[in-house]
């Protein structure tokens, strides 16, 4: 069968193939695929299902060599998200997407539609979302367009996910200029539901209805996916028509709609309809089962007049789902979503033909084989160099600009570094009523339904290191949300990747991908830390200026018992007295705060300044070698921590990371509103072994009576362990410098962003 092409569309031939994003050789590929020019809408079909963001083109090669298994891994990559065995029953459902191009240039929308997006795809499993992250990434605070796309960014994920009524638990806010002209977000969200009860997408039955489900389609986000397979010209203002509209509201909806229909045992398959629309979904599912599908796109509900075969096939309108249903409970699954007042319509069929078979107005639009639609893209192996290394640079070869005092006070006001409570007050966090660690710590705790099981979730990312040494940064990135997880109490159990890169082009930029991608598949499987879901982001420059490289790393744990959950601050958890589990006080009572307790410096310290906070901020160096990440030494003190929390010893811990020693202090400092003395720091110069980035270590703080087991744990286990200092009073004390009261550290922490946000341009003037 042939499809049939109507006058008043355009010829199809090799320009307008390139318009679509096709090389020469991939339309000169569809020719021989099917032995004819393909008809506009199937032309539209290929540029859907060949470009970057659908097919993986350049990345799949090396995506294969990450590791995606384990016994507690149900599902790897490939499905709409990841599933996790959490035990008792429970899956944990879970996986980070991007929508860069879109929230650039259309923020709020960009946004919120990305937030749409991940949800669709973890409730499509059969999962109830309960918690959305996000990774965010904008240029210089002094480029004219930063504080408008913070602004509605923010906006568009906290409009999304508080009217959906998900909170929003953690995240990452980052600037640099780097990301001037192509932001990063970076969307993640999180469900659970019960490992019998999983959904997948590969269609079965040969006859079985094809049923469109959701909100009408729409001209929005047409091109969606192509947009953002390329990089940014000057003309990313004309993109806008392809940046697609959401409706939390409907979403809610539908997610009720959708968990109810699969409940009642009519669900045979079930497939988002997110980049591509209703090609992608629909292919999808097809190929999976080895089935063909028909479509009848005059049964599609459209919301405007007149909509094309082309237009219809490359939607990517918001809020609707594709699903495969039992012929039987046809009209029982149509009772559901007319109650919940959705659309329902019977669009098609599965056949035995494996063939993907589009008709509209009675003519064929599309007749195309539907394995080899994905199958047959390319795949390419693509040039690359690795990334030339940088020697280590010697930490008193860096003399301090300052005293140790001023830099901390300098360092929590950087744009980096400084409090992101401006971020995170936007979003409803608390809503269900599950959120047992909130925004502002290592990472987040979620409930378990009635608890005491609850999960630990976090995104991180350090794009420096990346840049530097692209194997380093990508492990450095695993272990840093391994460090998150761990130091909460929770065991890591798997891990989401959001992979954001320039051009796969440019040989430079494909070592930097290839390069982070061999550092996180090691770290990875050194941790016991699988990747189960993902997406890559490539194309990430503008004008032939490229992002820094940006893995971003979405972890997820499990903790027994939610009330043995670590929190960052001096003087122990927030919600009053807590019983020791073990230990020297097992089983008695311990009345909060107390404020004389012992601060330790767990792993080793060698004062690395290499692409440090401090360099970077207070030196102006961006050169040498990134800390290296130690796998060993991540693997054991972690499982030291773990451990330490498990016997109820520890009343509070922070991973070490960014600006190192002075800042993880000051962090927990201020989330207790708890002052410290700190009398002793390990060797070397006191400014490196203050703000040195060193990996693999924590601070605790620990009753003091507990001080010598502690010690003695350490030693047995082979653990570096310092004893630093004492929390008490209302200031922070370093070692040779004058106090610095918690109310100044405050200051410079809380107040920068908020004073941006309010038009003062001078706040980040030395950081711009």
């Given at each position: 069968?042939?499809?049939?092409?109507?006058?008043?569309?355009?010829?199809?031939?090799?320009?307008?193939?390139s318009?679509?994003?096709?090389?020469?050789?991939?339309?000169?590929?569809?020719?021989?695929?099917?032995?004819?020019?393909?008809?506009?809408?199937?032309?539209?079909?290929?540029?859907?299902?060949?470009?970057?963001?659908?097919?993986?083109?350049?990345?799949?090669?090396?995506?294969?060599?990450?590791?995606?298994?384990?016994?507690w891994?149900?599902?790897?990559?490939?499905?709409?998200?990841?599933?996790?065995?959490?035990?008792?029953g429970?899956?944990?459902?879970?996986?980070?997407?991007?929508?860069?191009?879109?929230?650039?240039?259309e923020?709020?929308?960009g946004?919120?539609?990305?937030?749409?997006?991940?949800?669709?795809?973890?409730?499509?499993?059969g999962?109830?979302?309960?918690?959305?992250?996000?990774l965010?990434?904008?240029?210089?605070?002094?480029?004219?367009?930063?504080?408008?796309?913070?602004?509605?960014?923010?906006?568009?994920?906290?409009?999304?996910?508080?009217?959906f009524?998900?909170?929003?638990?953690?995240?990452?806010?980052?600037?640099?200029?780097?990301?001037?002209?192509?932001?990063?977000?970076?969307?993640?969200?999180?469900?659970?539901?019960?490992?019998?009860?999983?959904?997948?997408?590969?269609?079965?039955?040969?006859?079985?209805?094809?049923?469109?489900?959701?909100?009408?389609?729409?001209?929005?986000?047409?091109?969606?996916?192509?947009?953002?397979?390329?990089?940014?010209?000057?003309?990313?203002?004309?993109?806008?028509?392809?940046?697609?509209?959401?409706?939390?509201f409907?979403?809610?909806?539908?997610?009720?709609?959708?968990?109810?229909?699969?409940?009642?045992?009519?669900?045979?398959?079930?497939?988002?309809?997110?980049?591509?629309?209703?090609?992608?979904?629909?292919?999808?599912?097809?190929?999976?089962?080895?089935?063909?599908?028909?479509?009848?796109?005059?049964?599609?509900?459209?919301?405007?007049?007149?909509?094309?075969?082309?237009?219809?096939?490359?939607?990517?309108?918001?809020?609707?789902?594709?699903?495969?249903?039992k012929?039987?409970?046809?009209?029982?699954?149509?009772?559901?979503?007319?109650?919940?007042?959705?659309?329902?319509?019977i669009v098609?069929?599965?056949?035995?033909?494996?063939?993907?078979?589009?008709?509209?107005?009675?003519?064929?639009k599309?007749?195309?084989?539907?394995?080899?639609?994905?199958?047959?893209?390319?795949?390419?192996?693509?040039p690359?160099?690795?990334?030339?290394?940088?020697?280590?640079?010697?930490?008193?070869?860096?003399?301090?600009?300052?005293?140790?005092?001023?830099?901390?006070?300098?360092?929590?006001?950087?744009?980096?570094?400084?409090?992101?409570?401006?971020?995170?007050?936007?979003?409803?966090?608390?809503?269900?009523?599950?959120?047992?660690?909130?925004?502002?710590?290592?990472?987040?705790?979620?409930?378990?339904?009635?608890?005491?099981?609850?999960?630990?979730?976090?995104?991180?990312?350090?794009?420096?290191?990346?840049?530097?040494?692209?194997?380093?940064?990508?492990?450095?990135a695993?272990?840093?949300?391994?460090?998150?997880?761990?130091?909460?109490?929770?065991?890591?159990?798997?891990?989401?990747?959001?992979?954001?890169?320039?051009?796969?082009?440019?040989?430079?930029?494909?070592?930097?991908?290839?390069g982070?991608?061999?550092?996180?598949?090691?770290?990875?499987?050194?941790?016991?830390?699988?990747?189960?879901?993902?997406?890559?982001?490539?194309?990430?420059?503008?004008?032939?200026?490229?992002?820094?490289?940006?893995?971003?790393?979405?972890?997820?744990?499990?903790?027994?018992?939610?009330?043995?959950?670590?929190?960052?601050?001096?003087?122990?958890?927030?919600?009053?007295?807590?019983?020791?589990?073990?230990?020297?006080?097992?089983?008695q009572?311990?009345?909060?705060?107390?404020?004389?307790?012992?601060?330790?410096?767990?792993?080793?310290?060698?004062?690395?300044?290499?692409?440090s906070?401090?360099?970077?901020?207070?030196?102006?160096?961006?050169?040498?070698?990134?800390?290296?990440?130690?796998?060993?030494?991540?693997?054991?003190?972690?499982?030291?921590?773990?451990?330490?929390?498990?016997?109820?010893?520890?009343?509070?811990?922070?991973?070490?990371?960014?600006?190192?020693?002075?800042?993880?202090?000051?962090?927990?400092?201020?989330?207790?509103?708890?002052?410290?003395?700190?009398?002793?720091?390990?060797?070397?110069?006191?400014?490196?072994?203050?703000?040195?980035?060193?990996?693999?270590?924590?601070?605790?703080?620990?009753?003091?009576?507990?001080?010598?087991?502690?010690?003695?744990?350490?030693?047995?286990?082979?653990?570096?362990?310092?004893?630093?200092?004492?929390?008490?009073?209302?200031?922070?004390?370093?070692?040779?410098?004058?106090?610095?009261?918690?109310?100044?550290?405050?200051?410079?922490?809380?107040?920068?962003?908020?004073?941006?946000?309010?038009?003062?341009?001078?706040?980040?003037?030395?950081?711009?």
């Open positions: 069968m042939t499809a049939t092409t109507s006058h008043a569309e355009p010829k199809v031939d090799a320009e307008l193939a318009a679509h994003g096709l090389r020469p050789d991939e339309y000169d590929r569809i020719l021989k695929l099917i032995g004819r020019t393909p008809s506009f809408t199937e032309l539209g079909i290929f540029s859907a299902m060949w470009n970057e963001h659908c097919s993986y083109k350049s990345s799949r090669v090396h995506l294969r060599k990450l590791p995606t298994r384990a016994p891994v149900i599902r790897g990559p490939g499905e709409n998200a990841g599933v996790i065995d959490i035990g008792d429970d899956a944990c459902v879970f996986k980070m997407e991007s929508h860069n191009h879109p929230s650039f240039i923020p709020y929308q946004a919120a539609t990305g937030v749409g997006g991940i949800l669709r795809d973890v409730f499509t499993m999962a109830r979302p309960i918690a959305c992250l996000n965010l990434r904008f240029g210089r605070p002094s480029h004219p367009k930063t504080r408008h796309l913070v602004s509605g960014v923010v906006a568009g994920v906290g409009g999304y996910g508080n009217s009524g998900v909170p929003t638990v953690g995240g990452s806010t980052e600037f640099d200029s780097s990301y001037d002209g192509n932001i990063l977000v970076n969307a993640m969200a999180v469900g659970l539901a019960r490992t019998d009860a999983i959904f997948y997408s590969a269609a079965a039955g040969v006859g079985n209805p094809i049923v469109y489900l959701g909100s009408k389609t729409g001209r929005d986000g047409i091109h969606g996916a192509t947009m953002a397979s390329a990089s940014f010209e000057a003309d990313a203002e004309e993109k806008r028509p392809t940046v697609q509209v959401g409706d939390p409907s979403e809610k909806l539908l997610l009720e709609a959708c968990l109810e229909l699969m409940a009642s045992g009519a669900v045979i398959a079930i497939q988002d309809m997110g980049a591509a629309g209703l090609t992608s979904s629909a292919v999808e599912m097809g190929a999976k089962g080895n089935l063909g599908i028909e479509l009848d796109l005059d049964a599609v509900p459209c919301r405007e007049e007149g909509m094309t075969a082309y237009e219809m096939m490359l939607s990517e309108s918001q809020e609707r789902m594709l699903m495969v249903l012929p039987e409970l046809e009209a029982q699954a149509e009772g559901i979503f007319r109650k919940w007042g959705l659309d329902f319509a098609g069929k599965t056949t035995d033909t494996l063939r993907f078979v589009v008709r509209h107005k009675g003519e064929v599309a007749d195309l084989p539907i394995k080899e639609l994905g199958d047959e893209a390319p795949v390419y192996d693509r690359w160099v690795e990334t030339p290394k940088q020697p280590a640079i010697d930490p008193a070869s860096i003399e301090a600009p300052m005293s140790n005092r001023d830099a901390l006070l300098k360092l929590l006001a950087t744009p980096n570094l400084c409090s992101k409570r401006w971020v995170w007050e936007q979003y409803d966090h608390l809503i269900l009523g599950n959120s047992v660690r909130r925004p502002g710590g290592d990472a987040a705790v979620i409930r378990v339904k009635d608890g005491p099981k609850g999960l630990a979730l976090t995104t991180d990312v350090t794009a420096r290191y990346c840049a530097a040494d692209p194997y380093e940064g990508g492990k450095q695993v272990a840093e949300a391994w460090r998150n997880i761990t130091a909460t109490g929770a065991t890591p159990l798997a891990l989401t990747d959001n992979l954001n890169f320039g051009n796969p082009e440019r040989p430079e930029y494909m070592g930097q991908f290839v982070c991608l061999q550092g996180i598949g090691e770290a990875a499987a050194a941790l016991d830390f699988p990747i189960v879901s993902g997406n890559v982001s490539l194309y990430n420059e503008t004008q032939g200026a490229g992002i820094l490289p940006t893995p971003a790393i979405g972890g997820v744990g499990v903790i027994a018992d939610v009330r043995q959950a670590m929190g960052v601050g001096f003087g122990g958890p927030a919600e009053g007295s807590i019983i020791a589990a073990s230990g020297p006080r097992l089983g009572k311990i009345d909060l705060p107390r404020v004389d307790e012992d601060i330790f410096l767990i792993g080793e310290t060698e004062g690395r300044l290499g692409q906070a401090y360099a970077h901020e207070l030196c102006g160096r961006r050169d040498g070698a990134p800390p290296p990440v130690d796998l060993s030494a991540e693997k054991r003190n972690g499982d030291f921590v773990r451990a330490l929390i498990a016997k109820g010893l520890l009343r509070a811990c922070h991973d070490i990371s960014d600006g190192g020693l002075a800042v993880a202090l000051a962090e927990m400092a201020l989330a207790g509103n708890v002052g410290a003395v700190v009398d002793i720091l390990p060797p070397g110069p006191r400014h490196a072994a203050l703000f040195g980035e060193d990996q693999a270590r924590y601070i605790v703080a620990a009753w003091n009576e507990s001080t010598s087991f502690i010690l003695a744990q350490a030693v047995g286990a082979g653990v570096p362990i310092l004893k630093i200092g004492v929390t008490g009073g209302e200031s922070l004390k370093l070692p040779g410098e004058a106090p610095i009261l918690l109310t100044e550290l405050r200051n410079a922490h809380e107040t920068p962003l908020p004073a941006f946000m309010a038009g003062d341009d001078s706040v980040f003037s030395d950081n711009s």
